[in-house]
């Protein structure tokens, strides 16, 4: 059974940076898909970046494009999402989640994922 676990969230000012990291167990990260989903006060959860299996592969939502860099350390079995220039509307419970699937092009639909970490809590506010 695929296990994830997120950390690094937490309170930031706006124009401020933080990185959640998530740490899988049960399998080897190679043979998963990666993202990272979030949901927003009121809101479904949406997309906000993944990398596939191999790490050759990453794609980002148009609003966080140019400030999140998604990231996989194999030996760790860990991914990351390095959170720049964060705003206000950044908000949200972010998801660590994985993926079966080999193919790349479905990751930006969330209901493509099969295991989802428990959240964490980002906040930007002054």
């Known amino acids: 059974q695929v296990q994830l676990v997120e950390s690094g969230g937490g309170l930031v000012q706006p124009g401020g940076s933080l990185r959640l990291s998530c740490s899988t167990s049960g399998r080897t990260s190679d043979t998963l898909g990666m993202g990272w989903l979030r949901r927003r006060p009121g809101k479904e959860p949406e997309f906000v970046a993944s990398?596939?299996?191999?790490?050759?592969?990453?794609n980002y939502a148009d609003s966080v494009k140019g400030r999140f860099t998604i990231s996989r350390d194999y030996p760790k079995n860990s991914v990351y999402l390095q959170m720049n220039s964060l705003k206000p509307d950044d908000t949200a419970v972010y998801y660590c989640v994985a993926s079966e699937s080999s193919y790349s092009g479905i990751y930006s639909y969330p209901s493509t994922y099969d295991y989802w970490g428990q959240g964490t809590q980002v906040t930007v506010s002054s």
């Open positions: 990398i596939s299996r191999r790490g050759g592969s990453t």
